[in-house]
């Protein structure tokens, strides 16, 4: 594919990337599966939402689906009115069926629930939509892409990751302005050229060995990137009007479907000929004259890999370093969204589904799935009780009862625990207070609680239960005493004692240690360094125990071994940080925080 010169500004070459990315998917949205396309309404997302619609060829049409869609919806089923007024169970398609042969345009991404990103991704695996519900069984073919237009903010709004792992493009249009958009480099014509074309281009297999490599170098660790960064280098030959897949169209490929997913740097030539010096012309000629010797298509191979991991390295994220650092503490994290524990409840909450049963102890019946139980049966109750029938009376029985699950998020209560002990201790309580105030103006309308403990002298003392409230909490924290000496042991005891009583309140407790892991005082009161950083890791070992997740800031301005054993003792996340401050403080517990969902 014929690119024109990249743009001088950063939005315009964020423009010439969602051009090409869009003319790609639009040659083949099955194969390439589909976008992401991150940003807000406005005239850019218009503009782009626009030629995707011009360029599709005549009968792919796009289908809006909002992300609040239930599964019946997607998939198709029973056809409520339609059965109730002809007696006999109807069915009717879904919009994953009615969209085959077209694109899926998924609005508010962020907010699709995993039920939903699961049906979706089924679908496109299967490139079918089989419906087994209301006692019918449905199959359509279905083959389509996907359009999901992401409008998250922060690092906890992102669309469900069963989805996006499918999606060959991710682009974004938050640095693009009016005047960094161009015009489309193709028109509906080439597009519909490529398409005819796409079947007859063949792909040579040291093309693939080298997209695969490239994959592994920079830690993609799934297939189905490898498959994807295929389909785009196809879709950019065809459009070319090029009949096999060559250099350019697969270093289009590596480097829109692999720079997103690297999770390391590519090793560059020059680092390996550090580590492996060059040979001697002895040694070469001997290495020529032997069988070991690499073939032509082996080099053709390495060279070809050389030439796409520098292209990826090109386009690889400035912030890559940065995620891969913040993505240490997320094995914790089960799912996408904002902080707090799920839990089913059966009164309030968002909708999570249903089950069978009476609507007692506050459960509310859902009329509509209980019709949708009970329609199938009308005809075969009307034969067997025929003296129930009345027209327009509908006979429901108790196994056609169908009660709402909710879903409520708990709320989350961060206990910070801080070393109020020797000469740091009032710079360490003043960042903590700052911190506290930054996160209860930050978690009022979750009502997330902060609560603060501090340990000196020989005891740790509870300075502010647990609140949402921010005028109680800068008076109570007001002019906090420092100094002494450092009874590490009983801060994390005090700190263990007040998450369980968090917990049994049905809420998720985060401890956040705020100090050197230094001890000085046992658990009884008594001096001796040696006995009472014994009794810290024996009480942070309670802490993991129990299960209370955790974040350890090391303030010491030389960050020691000390400190980490006793993180790992607690099973927390370990974050250096000689220079505290009250906004780095609130960032990593809101990271930790939003990890907890």
């Keep these: 594919m014929n690119q024109p010169d990249a743009l001088q500004t950063p939005g315009g070459r964020d423009w010439q990337d969602a051009m090409t990315a869009l003319a790609l998917f639009a040659v083949d949205p099955v194969g390439t599966v589909g976008i992401r396309v991150r940003g807000h309404a406005g005239p850019v997302r218009s503009r782009w939402l626009e030629i995707l619609s011009a360029l599709l060829p005549a009968g792919q049409s796009v289908r809006k689906v909002p992300a609040n869609i239930d599964a019946a919806g997607l998939l198709g089923g029973l056809d409520l009115t339609a059965t109730l007024a002809s007696g006999k169970p109807t069915a009717r398609r879904g919009i994953l069926a009615e969209t085959d042969g077209g694109v899926l345009l998924i609005t508010m991404a962020e907010r699709l629930g995993s039920e939903q990103a699961a049906l979706i991704s089924s679908a496109l695996d299967e490139r079918a939509v089989t419906v087994e519900r209301d006692g019918m069984r449905l199959q359509d073919i279905s083959r389509f892409g996907v359009v999901a237009l992401d409008e998250g903010i922060g690092e906890d709004e992102r669309p469900p990751k069963a989805l996006m792992e499918r999606l060959?493009?991710?682009?974004?249009?938050?640095?693009?302005?009016?005047?960094?958009?161009?015009?489309?480099?193709?028109?509906?014509?080439?597009?519909?050229?490529?398409?005819?074309?796409?079947?007859?281009?063949?792909?040579?297999?040291?093309?693939?060995?080298?997209?695969?490599?490239?994959?592994?170098?920079?830690?993609?660790?799934?297939?189905?990137?490898?498959?994807?960064?295929?389909?785009?280098?196809?879709?950019?030959?065809?459009?070319?009007?090029?009949?096999?897949?060559?250099?350019?169209?697969?270093?289009?490929?590596?480097?829109?479907?692999?720079?997103?997913?690297a999770t390391q740097f590519p090793t560059s030539p020059t680092e390996s000929e550090a580590r492996d010096p060059a040979p001697s012309p002895e040694t070469s000629r001997a290495e020529s004259n032997s069988d070991n010797a690499p073939s032509d298509d082996e080099r053709a191979t390495e060279d070809l890999g050389e030439i796409l991991r520098a292209a990826v390295a090109v386009a690889l994220p400035a912030d890559l370093l940065a995620r891969l650092m913040s993505a240490k503490g997320a094995n914790r994290s089960k799912s996408e969204g904002k902080a707090g524990v799920q839990k089913h409840s059966g009164t309030r909450g968002r909708t999570s589904g249903l089950r069978q049963g009476l609507p007692k102890a506050g459960a509310r019946l859902n009329l509509v799935e209980t019709l949708r139980a009970a329609a199938p049966w009308q005809m075969i109750r009307a034969l067997e009780q025929p003296k129930e029938r009345v027209a327009g009376r509908i006979l429901i029985r108790a196994s056609d009862l169908r009660v709402s699950r909710f879903k409520s998020r708990t709320r989350t209560a961060i206990v910070f625990v801080v070393d109020a002990s020797g000469s740091q201790a009032l710079h360490r309580l003043a960042e903590t207070k700052g911190a506290v105030?930054?996160?209860?103006?930050?978690?009022?309308?979750?009502?997330?609680?902060?609560?603060?403990?501090?340990?000196?002298?020989?005891?740790?003392?509870?300075?502010?239960?647990?609140?949402?409230?921010?005028?109680?909490?800068?008076?109570?924290?007001?002019?906090?005493?420092?100094?002494?000496?450092?009874?590490?042991?009983?801060?994390?005891?005090?700190?263990?004692?007040?998450?369980?009583?968090?917990?049994?309140?049905?809420?998720?407790?985060?401890?956040?240690?705020?100090?050197?892991?230094?001890?000085?005082?046992?658990?009884?009161?008594?001096?001796?360094?040696?006995?009472?950083?014994?009794?810290?890791?024996?009480?942070?070992?309670?802490?993991?125990?129990?299960?209370?997740?955790?974040?350890?800031?090391?303030?010491?301005?030389?960050?020691?071994?000390?400190?980490?054993?006793?993180?790992a003792a607690m099973g927390a996340d370990y974050v250096p940080l000689p220079q505290a401050n009250a906004g780095a403080v609130s960032t990593i517990v809101k990271h930790a925080a939003a990890a907890l969902s």
């Design 168 to 261: 060959a493009f991710d682009i974004d249009l938050t640095r693009i302005r009016l005047g960094d958009m161009t015009a489309p480099p193709v028109s509906a014509s080439d597009i519909a050229r490529a398409q005819a074309q796409l079947n007859a281009v063949t792909v040579d297999p040291s093309v693939i060995t080298a997209l695969c490599e490239t994959a592994a170098a920079l830690g993609v660790g799934s297939v189905r990137a490898d498959l994807l960064a295929l389909a785009v280098a196809r879709a950019a030959s065809a459009l070319d009007g090029r009949d096999t897949v060559d250099e350019a169209d697969a270093s289009i490929g590596a480097r829109l479907v692999f720079a997103q997913r």
């Design 437 to 567: 105030e930054l996160l209860l103006a930050d978690c009022y309308v979750r009502r997330d609680q902060v609560a603060v403990i501090a340990f000196r002298g020989v005891a740790a003392d509870l300075i502010l239960a647990p609140t949402h409230s921010l005028t109680r909490a800068k008076r109570t924290l007001a002019g906090l005493p420092g100094g002494g000496a450092t009874p590490l042991a009983s801060g994390i005891d005090a700190a263990c004692a007040l998450a369980a009583k968090i917990r049994r309140g049905g809420e998720t407790a985060l401890v956040v240690l705020l100090t050197d892991g230094q001890a000085n005082i046992r658990r009884d009161g008594q001096s001796g360094r040696v006995e009472a950083q014994a009794d810290a890791l024996a009480a942070a070992k309670q802490v993991r125990a129990a299960g209370y997740p955790s974040v350890l800031i090391d303030t010491a301005m030389r960050p020691a071994q000390r400190a980490r054993d006793l993180a």
